[in-house]
């Protein structure tokens, strides 16, 4: 069926949500996170397509929604560690024995608290939200063909686990309007007991049919490769994994400033030539590889804008992308971090809805 977004590469679209979740992970302020979000939301919304993947958008937002409740549902039950004077209500207070000193449940809950924790629970639900914006943009397939040899069977599991929950959610919706139609119960415990096994068994019979497919397709053959060659790429990729974690705890500390970018830029390299040799094991080809044009330099560099404003800005007011909840006052909105999440609304002006691909 055809679809209203355009042929852009998908890694374009996942380099431009990971560079919105980084920027997350910045800030603390409501109002940029809650700009962060709207962004998001806005561009999902002018060019997602109706494929079953791209449904998952809205399942990533009901699950930021969940996990910022708990969030606050905690704070309410076990206290929280910010000293608070402005009290909202007290719940009975129980008793714990010595060994859980520093623990209770229940007492007193106060303003300061709970807004702490709504500030760092919209952190992670923006977060959430970002990787729903790049499920509901790029297409699994057309990723899974852009991946490199070495990445391909990982990349198959990954594109599996990341289409089933929306396969299972149309499923579950086809079979509730069909016991709808029939004047049959479709809600309450009797009616989910009476809709999962036809899920179940459809789920098993997409399982069996692409266990075939891949099978069909020669998934999982490798090809002759010398010992040298083999434990060269080992070490490659080993070494610029680690090259990679130790380069980013150097940036994300103060004392590795100095050599936590070149460590970061030298992993990079060793874990792409690791990647590159490993793609000998499973030759492929690939029928019309999707392109990487000005448009997708330009969503993937909006992305990444917006993160490295958003650190700079983390650095240089920190007060203010971090505000604090004692006292109690309101957060205020910094102009230029502001300004610097609106490029995020670049892939809605820069990307023609117009073109259409297959699903």
């Known amino acids: ?135 509901a943009l790029s297409s699994p397939a057309r990723l899974l063909k852009s991946l490199p040899g070495a990445l391909y069977e990982a990349g198959v599991a990954v594109v599996v686990a990341l289409t089933f929950a929306p396969h299972l959610i149309a499923d579950v919706r086809r079979l509730r309007a069909a016991r709808r139609l029939r004047g049959r119960p479709d809600r309450g415990v009797r009616g989910l007991l009476q809709v999962g096994l036809p899920v179940l068994e459809g789920a098993l019979e997409r399982s069996v049919a692409l266990a075939a497919a891949m099978d069909a397709r020669g998934f999982g053959r490798t090809a002759e490769v010398p010992v040298r060659v083999r434990r060269t790429t080992a070490a490659l990729t080993l070494g610029g994994l680690l090259g990679v974690c130790a380069g980013t705890y150097g940036l994300l500390t103060a004392e590795g400033g100095t050599y ?8 990079s390299a060793a874990a792409l030539a690791g990647l590159r040799l ?12 999707a392109p990487w044009g000005v448009r ?27 505000p604090g909840v004692v006292p109690l006052t309101a957060p205020a909105l910094p102009l230029w971090p502001a300004a610097s999440v609106l490029l995020a609304l670049l892939p809605a002006f820069v990307v023609p809805q117009e073109s259409r691909e297959r699903a």
């Open 260 to 267: 936590g970018l070149p460590v970061l830029l030298a992993g």
């Open 1 to 135: 069926m055809p679809e209203r977004s355009p042929r852009l590469h998908p890694g374009a679209w996942w380099l431009w949500a990971l560079g919105l979740g980084t920027a997350a992970t910045r800030t603390t302020n409501p109002l940029l996170l809650a700009l962060l979000i709207a962004a998001s939301g806005y561009v999902v919304a002018t060019h997602r397509s109706s494929a079953p993947w791209a449904r998952s958008y809205a399942a990533f937002a009901k699950l930021a929604v969940a996990v910022l409740c708990v969030r606050l549902a905690f704070t309410v039950l076990l206290g929280s560690p910010i000293p608070g004077t402005h009290v909202l209500f007290t719940l009975p207070e129980l008793p714990l024995p010595d060994w859980a000193q520093g623990i209770r449940l229940g007492g007193p809950v106060t303003a300061e608290a709970l807004l702490f924790s709504g500030y760092n629970g919209l952190k992670l639900a923006a977060l959430l939200i970002c990787v729903g914006a790049a499920n």
């Open 296 to 322: 997708a330099w330009l969503v993937a560099g909006s992305g990444a804008a917006v993160a490295a404003l958003l650190t700079l800005a983390a650095a240089r007011e920190p007060d203010a992308l971090n």
């Open 278 to 289: 490993g793609g000998r094991r499973s030759p492929r080809t690939r029928y019309r590889p």
